[in-house]
Nanobody, 117 residues
Framework: QVQVVESGGGLVQAGGSLRLSCAVSGSATNMQAFAWYRQTPGKQRELVAL???????DYEPSVKGRFTTSWDNAKNTVYLQMTNLKPEDTAVYYCNARRLLYQSGFWGQGTQVTVSS
């Protein structure tokens, strides 16, 4: 069983920064990719970043240049560093740990990010 736990969300003013963490534990922790999604009430979950084990990350255009992913393989944890946050970044952020790059994997419970104007 694989467990995925996000953390690091919170309330921040516009222009501020947050770092989200996604920790993976349990069996088969050698994930090949991690995807970060966000969701607001009444809307579909939106892909924010897709990060592969080869170091390549693709970002949704509205966050490109502001969000950065990184991996800590020793801790089985990936991070989403978010800078210059905007009110429209407010959402619940989810991590999806994947054994295959383009195949949905294991979801965490989400972490709330709220950006005040």
């Amino acid at each position: 069983q694989v467990q995925v736990v996000e953390s690091g969300g919170g309330l921040v003013q516009a222009g501020g920064s947050l770092r989200l963490s996604c920790a993976v534990s349990g069996s088969a922790t050698n994930m090949q990719a991690f995807a970060w999604y966000r969701q607001t009430p009444g809307k579909q979950r939106e892909l924010v970043a897709l990060s592969a084990s080869n170091g390549r990350t693709d970002y949704e255009p509205s966050v490109k240049g502001r969000f950065t992913t990184s991996w800590d393989n020793a801790k089985n944890t990936v991070y989403l560093q978010m800078t210059n946050l905007k009110p429209e970044d407010t959402a619940v952020y989810y991590c999806n740990a994947r054994r295959l790059l383009y195949q949905s994997g294991f979801w965490g419970q989400g972490t709330q990010v709220t950006v005040s104007s």
